[in-house]
């Protein structure tokens, strides 16, 4: 079975930081781009980040640049999303999604309309003081 299991995400004081996880089994990962993205109540889902099946590049959409690292570790199938100086408007359900390197023409078109074949379940992440 092929599947994304994100884990990380929990409660977190504003200026705190986490690292997301995105554990991937059941297809070849190294041919999958990886993208991050999250959705906080009551708006649209949004695009974070997104990694080259190589992780030789990356894209970050505003609302990830500056403050979050997307990575992957193709060896232990698993992709992160480094967050630092986390604010409460980062307070959102975050979600991994794999996509056949051969789906978007640039990692930017699948930030910003994924044509993922596989989700995540999702984890929570929740800034307040």
């Known amino acids: 079975q092929s599947q994304l299991v994100e884990s990380g995400g929990g409660p977190v004081q504003p200026g705190g930081s986490l690292r997301l996880s995105c554990a991937a089994s059941?297809?070849?990962?190294?041919?999958?781009?990886i993208g991050w993205f999250r959705q906080a109540p009551g708006k649209e889902r949004e695009g974070v980040a997104c990694?080259?099946?190589?992780?030789?590049?990356?894209f970050y959409s505003d609302s990830g640049k500056g403050r979050f690292t997307i990575s992957r570790d193709n060896a232990a199938h698993t992709a992160y999303l480094q967050l630092t100086n986390l604010k409460p408007e980062d307070t959102a359900d975050y979600y991994c999604?794999?996509?056949?390197?051969?789906?978007?023409?640039?990692?930017?078109?699948?930030?910003?309309?994924?044509?993922?074949?596989?989700w995540g379940q999702g984890t929570q992440v929740s800034v307040s003081s």
């Open positions: 999604a794999a996509a056949h390197r051969m789906r978007h023409s640039t990692l930017q078109a699948m930030c910003i309309k994924p044509e993922a074949d596989y």
């Open positions: 059941g297809f070849t990962f190294d041919y999958y781009d």
């Open positions: 990694i080259s099946h190589s992780g030789g590049s990356t």
